[in-house]
């Protein structure tokens, strides 16, 4: 730590801190295991600065070690892309980076629906601008479109658009209860289903001219099977006819009305 906070100051000529001389000697030494070792050693050194600076995004929904996971995967970039030559101080160099990995970790990774950039940006101006509108002495506690559009300077179109991302970032559980109401129904219970009488309603439709193609017995035999709920043995009776010459014309009429179906759908 103490290697740290002294590379941050101003220093000139030879006059280095043991870590900036380590970031020399790093660019001097060739790939392999001292190197590694060296490059452990620096990341190791600047990982507090790194949990010191995701700690600025706690309370945002992410858990505190996700979030220092992602600053050192920023500190690890930032150790191999720093150049001494160039800057005097790691940690001007440093800090930018890991703050555009931690924003950009929650850019593309932390949405529930998928939301792209431009959408993100006006969604971030629109929530601070309410915010502070709200907070403002006299402020209106449910500020219009058209008052945050004035005071962050949108149009109420990108408004109206970063209000509805509000409610993108995160997803209600299907298992949620309504809110405000206890014991409620869950949402996945609520959602609508599928109606497959939907899609009989469109083979009934499909098949009514090959129907008044057929004759008398051959309706009433479809009728009595389908819609009367009998037996084969139950319409022969019925009919005068041997259960076997039944399901005979079921089986010629079912097959015609399809090959009839089709040839009207194609």
């Excluded at 505190?64 to 996971?69: E, F, H, I, K, P």
Aim: charged fraction near 30%; proline fraction near 5%.
């Amino acid at each position: 730590m103490q290697a740290a906070s002294g590379a941050g100051r101003r220093r000139s000529g030879n006059d280095a801190s043991p870590s900036q001389q380590g970031f020399r000697k790093l660019r001097e030494l060739p790939p392999g295991r001292e190197r590694e070792r060296l490059r452990s050693e620096l990341v190791s050194a600047w990982l507090p600065m790194a949990h010191r600076i995701a700690s600025r995004f706690r309370d945002r929904g992410e858990s505190m070690d996700d979030l220092r996971q992602v600053a050192a995967v920023g500190l690890v970039k930032a150790v191999d892309r720093y150049d001494p030559l160039r800057s005097d101080a790691f940690e001007t160099y440093a800090v930018p980076t890991l703050i555009g990995e931690l924003k950009r970790h929650f850019r593309d990774y932390t949405w529930d629906v998928h939301v792209p950039r431009r959408i993100q940006d006006l969604r971030n101006r629109v929530r601070t601008t309410r915010r502070d509108l709200i907070q403002a002495e006299d402020g209106p506690q449910s500020p219009t479109y058209a008052q945050i559009a004035a005071a962050a300077g949108l149009s109420e179109e990108d408004v109206r658009l970063g209000m509805e991302a509000l409610g993108s970032y995160s997803a209600l559980s299907l298992d949620a209860e309504p809110t405000g109401v206890e014991g409620g129904t869950p949402l996945a219970e609520r959602l609508g289903a599928g109606d497959g009488a939907l899609d009989l309603a469109v083979d009934r439709e499909a098949v009514k001219p090959g129907l008044c193609k057929l004759d008398e017995r051959e309706r009433l035999i479809l009728y009595l099977r389908f819609f009367g709920d009998m037996t084969q043995r139950s319409i022969a009776e019925h009919l005068g006819l041997s259960q076997m010459h039944v399901s005979r014309l079921l089986r010629q009429t079912c097959e015609r009305l399809r090959r009839d179906a089709l040839h009207e759908a194609a």
